[in-house]
Structures are given as structure tokens and as C-alpha cells.
């Protein structure tokens, strides 16, 4: 198990590059992205800026406002702003404080696997992604499973978990 610090005590103080009052700290970073926790404190602002990778802007704490092109909103905790490859985007604050995890992609684009993800359903091929294409067919055996237990019956939820 591997445990990664962020947040008071671990950021750097002067933030990322083109940044005005904003603390950061890489927790991870590796060929398939980087993932930041920035915070914000009042009238602290990202400058305007691009990256050639998509990248997530998750608001953790506090509230402020991103721009990403022409475009502006506030945000608050528990939303999550997506900020397109090769558009100018940016974050700020004005009386407010914010947290947020930033997570830039990095890689191939996934748009094989977008059908799947949006839900639409797909043919089964034999043989993996050198059939596919080809109309191959594969039967699917029902897979063998059992449900969990069910709680006992002395269980109280405001206890946490059962174990």
C-alpha cells in the first residue's frame, strides 16, 4: 500500500507557474497524467493558460469561478469542471477560499471505449481486437455467482460497515 500526503503542511508555497496566491502539491505523476491539489486562497487566480491534455478541475472545498475560452462560471464543492486540450482555461477567487484536485490525462484518446461507456451496447467478437471488425460472434456462457449475506439481523447502520 502505497500513501501519498497533500493538503496544510505538504503544498509548495508559490503554486504553479502563472499563479497569484495559490499553494500546490503533486501527488501523483507518472506517462498517464498528473494529479494536483491546488488551493486557492482569496483573490488568488491561475492565470489564463492551454495544455495539449484534457484535464479535470475538481472542486473539493470552497467555491470560486474557471474560465475555460469565453466562457465563465462559479463553481462550489462537488463540481467538476473539464477543461478541453488546446483551449485557454483558468481558475480564480474573489472573497472566497478553494480546494480542488487537479487531474490532467495524458495518452490515447479512449474514443474505443466511449460506446461502452455511454451505454451502448456492442457485438461480442472471438479472439480480442484482431477479430473486431470482422462480424465474429462468440457465445457467452452465464457466469456462476452468489450474493453476499445479508446483514444480520442485529445490524444497526448508525454502528458503520458491518465487518
Same mark, same amino acid.
Given at each position: 500500500? =502505497? &500513501?501519498?500526503?497533500?493538503? $496544510?503542511?505538504?503544498?509548495?508555497?508559490?503554486?504553479? !507557474?502563472?499563479?497569484?496566491?495559490? !499553494?500546490?502539491?503533486?501527488?501523483?505523476?507518472?506517462?498517464? +497524467?498528473?494529479? !494536483?491539489? /491546488?488551493?486557492?486562497?482569496?483573490?488568488? !487566480? &491561475?492565470?489564463?493558460?492551454?495544455?495539449?491534455?484534457?484535464?479535470?478541475? $475538481?472542486?473539493? #472545498?470552497?467555491?470560486? @469561478?474557471?474560465? $475555460?475560452?469565453?466562457?465563465?462560471?462559479?463553481?462550489?464543492?462537488?463540481? %467538476?469542471?473539464?477543461?478541453?486540450?488546446?483551449?485557454?482555461?483558468?481558475?480564480?477567487? #474573489?472573497?472566497? #477560499?478553494?480546494?480542488? &484536485?487537479?487531474?490532467? /490525462?495524458?495518452?490515447?484518446?479512449?474514443?474505443?471505449?466511449?460506446?461502452?461507456? #455511454?451505454?451502448?451496447?456492442?457485438? /461480442? *467478437?472471438? +479472439?480480442?481486437?484482431?477479430?473486431?471488425?470482422?462480424?465474429?460472434? %462468440?457465445?457467452?456462457?452465464?457466469?456462476?455467482?452468489? @450474493? *453476499?449475506?445479508?446483514?444480520?439481523?442485529?445490524?444497526?447502520?448508525?454502528?458503520? =460497515?458491518? $465487518?
Amino acid at each position: 500500500m =502505497e &500513501i501519498r500526503r497533500f493538503g $496544510v503542511g505538504h503544498r509548495r508555497p508559490d503554486g504553479p !507557474s502563472g499563479s497569484t496566491g495559490v !499553494s500546490g502539491q503533486v501527488i501523483h505523476s507518472d506517462g498517464r +497524467g498528473t494529479v !494536483s491539489e /491546488l488551493a486557492f486562497g482569496r483573490h488568488a !487566480s &491561475i492565470e489564463p493558460h492551454s495544455s495539449p491534455h484534457p484535464t479535470w478541475f $475538481v472542486v473539493i #472545498e470552497g467555491g470560486g @469561478l474557471v474560465g $475555460v475560452g469565453g466562457e465563465r462560471a462559479r463553481v462550489a464543492a462537488g463540481e %467538476a469542471v473539464l477543461w478541453p486540450p488546446g483551449i485557454a482555461h483558468a481558475a480564480w477567487t #474573489e472573497l472566497s #477560499e478553494m480546494r480542488a &484536485i487537479v487531474v490532467e /490525462l495524458a495518452g490515447a484518446d479512449d474514443a474505443v471505449l466511449r460506446g461502452l461507456l #455511454e451505454g451502448r451496447a456492442r457485438e /461480442l *467478437v472471438q +479472439g480480442g481486437s484482431a477479430d473486431v471488425g470482422r462480424g465474429a460472434s %462468440a457465445t457467452v456462457e452465464r457466469g456462476d455467482g452468489e @450474493l *453476499v449475506a445479508a446483514p444480520p439481523s442485529d445490524y444497526d447502520p448508525a454502528e458503520g =460497515e458491518p $465487518v
